[in-house]
């Protein structure tokens, strides 16, 4: 984990001294060129790491990004769950296909920009996700926790990404009061909400 106001070669030795098979990142306005210059020293040293980059950078047409930036394999668009887990057992076996993978985008070994839409959890499958605290690679070591109770905005802000997924999806209250619990008991004192909105549920907003 760093954060842009770190120096790129400590970082950068961080990365390499761990010699990643394959390397995710979330990029975002503020952090870009910071963690582009991470990846290209990394692939530079290391070029069969595979590098996959995510977040709201990508939400748009990928094609231009890709061919400027080939020390990253592909970009996926979308929540990321089903993306990082169906890479990595694809990896596993050797395949290298992201054809059934929704929301990779990659340029193919013919030339050709591959674009597989946009990847979303549906609501169904929240109801049986696991809170992240639940995870056993989960750091409890911060002052404050972010806690996700749903996902989505049906509002059309033109300057926010949540508009282009599905309508809000929610987790269960019981998975809520759970994550909760478990903070408590970590002693975590802070908990940030980073719902998208509070307004089309009231009534859930305030249980």
């Known amino acids: 984990e760093a954060t842009p106001y770190q120096q790129v ?13 394959a390397l995710f990142a979330t990029c975002y306005l503020f952090n870009r060129d910071f963690l582009l210059r991470i990846v290209k020293r990394l692939k530079a040293i290391r070029p069969s790491c595979l590098v996959i980059l995510g977040g709201p950078e990508f939400w748009g ?36 296909s992201w054809h059934d993978i929704p929301g990779m985008c990659w340029i193919s070994a013919d030339g050709t920009y591959c674009d597989n839409g946009t990847a979303a959890v549906s609501g169904e499958a ?13 750091d ?18 033109r300057f926010c990404t949540s508009p282009l997924l599905p309508s809000t999806r929610t987790f269960p209250m019981a998975r809520i009061r759970q994550e909760l619990n478990m903070l408590s008991k970590k002693n975590i004192q802070e908990g940030r909400v980073v719902d ?6 009231t009534e859930r907003s305030v249980q």
């Open 196 to 201: 998208r909105t509070f307004n089309q549920n």
């Open 61 to 96: 047409d990928n094609e231009v990004f890709l061919r400027t930036t080939p020390a990253v394999d592909a970009v996926g668009r979308g929540e990321g769950e089903h993306i990082i887990s169906h890479v990595l057992h694809s990896a596993k076996d050797k395949t290298r």
């Open 140 to 157: 409890f070591s911060k002052p404050f926790q972010q806690i996700e109770t749903s996902r989505g905005c049906n509002g059309q802000c």
């Open 9 to 21: 070669p400590d970082v950068f030795t961080q990365v390499a001294e761990a010699a990643p098979e």
């Open 126 to 138: 929240m109801q049986d996700m696991l809170p992240a605290s639940e995870d056993p690679f989960f």
